[in-house]
C-alpha cells in the first residue's frame, strides 16, 4: 500500500549497481546535492508518536488513517489526536503531523525549522506561496522529540505529498508533485534553479523537450525535425485509440543524461537507493532517460489519459490501461500478456489490484493488468472504464469503486475474468 501510493509511473529494471554509484557521484559532486537517508533511520527507530490533524477535518482524517496503518504494520505504537486534542505533555513527545499548514491554529509550538507564513511558509531564506506547494519534514536523527511533517498550502497540495511519501530528506518541497528543493539541514538545494538552467528546450507541436546539458553528443544526435514529429503523431494515434481530447498544454518532457539526474530531478527519491528509473510522470512533467521512444511515450500517455480522466489512479488501473493500449499496437505483446495471464490464472489478484502488494515485480503486473483492462473493456466497454478510473482513489483502493461503477464486487468481476480468460486463450489458438 505504502509502495503503492508512490503513484510510480516507472518502470524499475535490474539495479546497474557499478554504473548507479558512479554516476551518483559525479552527478552529486557537480551540483552538491544533499545525499538521501536510504535506510530511513528516523521512521524505523520510531516507537511510539500522535498523528496529529487538523480539527474538523474529515478528509486529512481518512487520509492520517492509512499513515496509522503503515506506522501500526512497522510496530510503532500509534493514535490519531486533532490539534485541539493535544495535551501540553504530548509536546514533549512524537509528534507525526499531516494536513494543509493553514488548518493549525498554533504551528509554532511545534517546534518544526518551517515557519508558517499568512499565504504560505517558509524554509530559510525561501518562501513557498504556490497552492500547490507541498512539503515533508523529517528531524534529523538522533534527534528528540521526533517530528515528521507532511503538509502544504491547500489539501490538495498535501495530499499529492502524503501520496509520495518521503522520509530520507530533512525537507522535500514539491509544487504540484515536481520537486522544487530538498535539503539536510542547513545544505539546502534548490532543485527549481537547476531544472531551468541545466535543460535546453526543444519544441514540437505538443511538447517542449528539456534536453539534459549533460547528455552526450551521441543522444543529442538522434534529435531532429522529423524524430520529433514522430512522438506528435504517436499523441495522436493515442487519442484516437482511447477515445480523447490532444492536449491542450505543451507537454514538459524533461530528457535526462544519467540515473542520478532522473532520480533528484524527477523527484523519484526512493529510486535512490537502487534500481533503474527509465520514466517516471510527476504533475504536469515527463521525466525519461536518455532519448528511448518507448518510455518517452509510455510516460505521455500515462500523463495524457491522467490529465483527462484522473490524476491519482492506483498503479494496477494507471498501468493497467497503458499495456492495454499498447496490446492494440500490438499483437505479440498481446500474445504475450495472454500467456502470462493464463499462467497466473488461478492466482487471486485482489491485494495487487488493491495496491496491498506490490505491483513491480519484473514486468508480470504490467502484462496481467493489460488483459485484466482487456476484459473490462471487452466486456463493459472503455467508457465505463474511464468512469472506473474518475473513482475517488479511496473508493478504488477499498474496493467499492468497482461495485458502484459495474454493480459487482471485486471478488465476482474476477472469476468472471477468469471464465473469460480460459477461453480467450484457447480461442486464440495459445492454450495449453
Ligand atoms: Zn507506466
Known sequence: ?????????????????????????????????????????????????????????????VNARRFEGLLSRMGVEVSIKTESQLQKGDLDGNLFIVGPI???????????????????????????????????????????????????????????????????FEYVVLNNAAPEFIGNGSHTFDLKALKESLYAPAKSKYYVFMLSKNLTLEELGKINDDELKKYDNHIETFVTKIELNLPENTIK????????????????????????VHGYVTGDEIHTWNWVGEYIEHEVNHQIFNQQVHKMAPTFLLEGIQTWYEYTVSAEKKESGFQRA????????????????????????????????DYLIDTYGLNKFKELYRCDT?????????????GKPLSEILVEYKKWLLPMVDKSGTGS
Not at 18 to 46: G, I
Not at 350 to 357: M, P
Open 253 to 276: 518532457s524533461y530528457i535526462h543524461a544519467s540515473q542520478e539526474e532522473i532520480k533528484y530531478m524527477s523527484g523519484f527519491f526512493g529510486a535512490l537507493c537502487g534500481g533503474t
Open 394 to 406: 479511496h473508493d478504488l483502493l477499498s474496493g467499492t469503486g468497482f461495485e458502484t461503477i459495474y
Open 1 to 61: 500500500m505504502f509502495i503503492k501510493s508512490k503513484k510510480s509511473i516507472v518502470i524499475i529494471i535490474t539495479c546497474l549497481f557499478y554504473t548507479v554509484v558512479q554516476a551518483q557521484q559525479s552527478f552529486v559532486e557537480m551540483y552538491n546535492l544533499p545525499q538521501y537517508d536510504c535506510e530511513m533511520k528516523v521512521l524505523r527507530e520510531l516507537k511510539k508518536t500522535n498523528i496529529v490533524i487538523p480539527d474538523d477535518s474529515t478528509v486529512v482524517w
Open 342 to 373: 493464463l499462467e497466473f490464472a488461478d492466482e487471486d489478484l485482489t491485494d495487487v489490484i488493491l495496491g496491498r502488494a506490490n505491483f513491480f515485480q519484473g514486468d508480470k503486473y504490467y502484462q496481467i493488468s493489460g488483459i485484466l483492462v
Open 102 to 168: 493553514i488548518d493549525y491554529s498554533d504551528w509554532n509550538r511545534f517546534g518544526i525549522p518551517i515557519e508558517k507564513l499568512s499565504n504560505g511558509f517558509k524554509i530559510g531564506n525561501f518562501s513557498f506561496q504556490d497552492p500547490l506547494h507541498g512539503f515533508s519534514f523529517v528531524s534529523p536523527h538522533g534527534t528528540s522529540p521526533v517530528r515528521i511533517v507532511f503538509s502544504g498550502n491547500t489539501f490538495e497540495a498535501y495530499e499529492r505529498i502524503a501520496n509520495n511519501p518521503q522520509f530520507g
